[in-house]
């Protein structure tokens, strides 16, 4: 396919060709698992905790999380189709609907959370690289770590996707050492307080239980909505049923090992920050200075995955500027984002907050791009027509069912991406959004 002559959008957007292609199997599995062992997902785990006592008991946590990854692995695998037959970008993809100004309006959507989330994993990273040099030399300065973390964020992002593939490969094997030794820990050593305040508690299967399912499910709306931005880096020749393997054997590892994890650490110790729950419940300097130390590599592999890509690309979308440019301006954004707001040490509810509010738009947007492409287009897609400003139309029905999904899931917002979702293909339908495309 040559576009080089419709192409008026930055070089980094262009279709990745089967020798542009650099992460095998083995290297995509790590680098989800990277992502999974990560403290953001601890932390939402301590937000089942209220005042030290589990709000749902250890059944309903692990059947809430294992519901939201279920999930997660469909809607990965039905929304990776694209980028990896096509080899090109979440943004890109958005054009099929929305058009050329539609399609950067709708990135936003996907740039911001991750902006956000680049913002809090940093901050967080900041706290436990100020815990070491606290203990070791007695600085004491979170804003100083803060931003040597975005440095070396952003230095690392910079020389590319093969960078991103071996960091993230090495970090994540650490990291699954660190959690899962922590586990056994919380488990084999703090039984009581286990026991206690999460074995035998009554919990809840009412509102807050799928508000659960929800809060586990948003984390990861914002990574699974640009799930083209990383299938267009796989090796050609994977089925639909290995790539959804890829994905469900990571994050079924990783996201349920820490958000379990998140859950025991809040109800021993009753803090929610885990940084401050770490050194709270070793109470030993060079255990704290190691756990802090595992803790600031799984900041980086998991900004470097899912939080550095999808906002570069929009701002390439945008503003036609190079990777490297791009990646100075989102560091600069997230150092902006106040992600100290998002937790506290009595309570992480800011962070559920907001999960489920930038959900209410990820689930109508997950629902159009769904329909267009599998509904509306039944795969089939001029690849060359989408990088041609000429032949990029946008629709008002999407747009109606964007605005109308996303309002009532507002409504809702304790479950606000099925409710968006669900509403938004209705709207779809009522429209015949997919039978005009057949007219045409």
């Known amino acids: 396919m040559n576009t080089s002559k419709a192409l008026s959008i930055s070089p980094d957007l262009k279709p990745r060709t089967q020798a542009d292609r650099h992460i095998g199997q083995l290297s995509y599995m790590a680098m989800w698992l990277g ?28 059947l809430a999380a294992g519901m939201a990854i279920a999930i997660i692995t469909i809607i990965f695998v039905l929304n990776d189709h694209f980028g990896y037959y096509t080899g090109s970008p979440y943004v ?40 070491i040099f606290k203990i070791t030399s ?24 093969k960078s991103i593939k071996v960091v993230a490969t090495w970090i994540s094997l650490v990291m699954a ?60 020749g994977l089925s639909n049923k290995r790539r959804a393997a890829l994905y469900f054997l990571p994050i079924f590892i990783a996201y349920g090992i820490t958000v379990l994890t998140g859950a025991l650490l809040a109800v021993v110790t009753g803090i929610s920050s885990p940084v401050h729950a770490m050194a709270h419940l070793f109470n030993n300097n060079l255990v704290t200075v190691v756990v802090s130390a595992f803790i600031v590599l799984g900041t980086i592999t998991t900004n470097l995955v899912a939080n550095i890509i999808p906002p570069t690309y929009v701002l390439n979308a945008w503003f036609n500027l190079s ?54 287009r039944r795969k089939r897609v001029d690849v060359a027509d989408l990088y041609n400003n000429q032949k990029v139309k946008a629709s008002i029905q999407p747009i109606i069912a964007l605005f109308v999904g996303a309002a009532l ?24 959004y997919d039978k005009r495309r057949i007219q045409e």
């Not at 992502?35 to 946590?61: E, P, R």
């Not at 899962?180 to 488990?187: A, E, S």
């Not at 301006?329 to 984002?337: E, K, N, T």
């Not at 009595?346 to 962070?351: A, H, K, P, R």
């Open 138 to 161: 007695g600085y004491d300065n979170p804003a100083t770590f803060f931003v040597a973390l975005l440095v070396v964020q952003t230095l690392i992002s910079i020389r590319g996707f």
């Open 177 to 236: 050492v660190l959690l899962i030794g922590m586990l056994i820990y919380l488990v084999t050593q703090r039984t009581a307080a286990f026991s206690n305040r999460m074995i035998n508690v009554k919990g809840t299967w009412g509102p807050i239980f799928w508000g659960f399912v929800v809060a586990f499910l948003g984390n990861y709306t914002a990574v699974f909505e640009s799930a083209a931005d990383y299938s267009r880096e796989l090796q050609a």
């Open 323 to 376: 990777e490297r440019k791009s990646l100075i301006i989102v560091a600069l954004l997230a150092s902006l984002s106040f992600p100290w707001l998002l937790v506290q040490d009595s309570s992480s509810t800011g962070l559920t907050l907001f999960i489920k509010t930038y959900s209410a738009f990820l689930g109508p947007m997950t629902a159009i791009i769904l329909n267009e492409y599998y509904v509306k």
């Open 92 to 131: 890109i993809q958005l054009r099929m609907t929305f058009g050329i100004l539609g399609s950067k309006l709708a990135s936003l959507l996907r740039g911001i959370p991750a902006i956000v989330w680049y913002g809090f994993q940093s901050w967080t990273g900041g706290l436990a690289l100020n815990q």
């Open 409 to 432: 899931a507002l409504m809702g917002v304790n479950l606000s991406w099925p409710i968006g979702f669900v509403t938004s293909w209705l709207v779809l339908w009522l429209l015949g």
């Open 35 to 62: 992502d999974g062992f990560n403290i953001g997902n601890v932390t939402l785990g301590s937000s089942i905790v209220v005042a030290g006592v589990a709000t749902m008991n250890l059944l309903q946590t692990i």
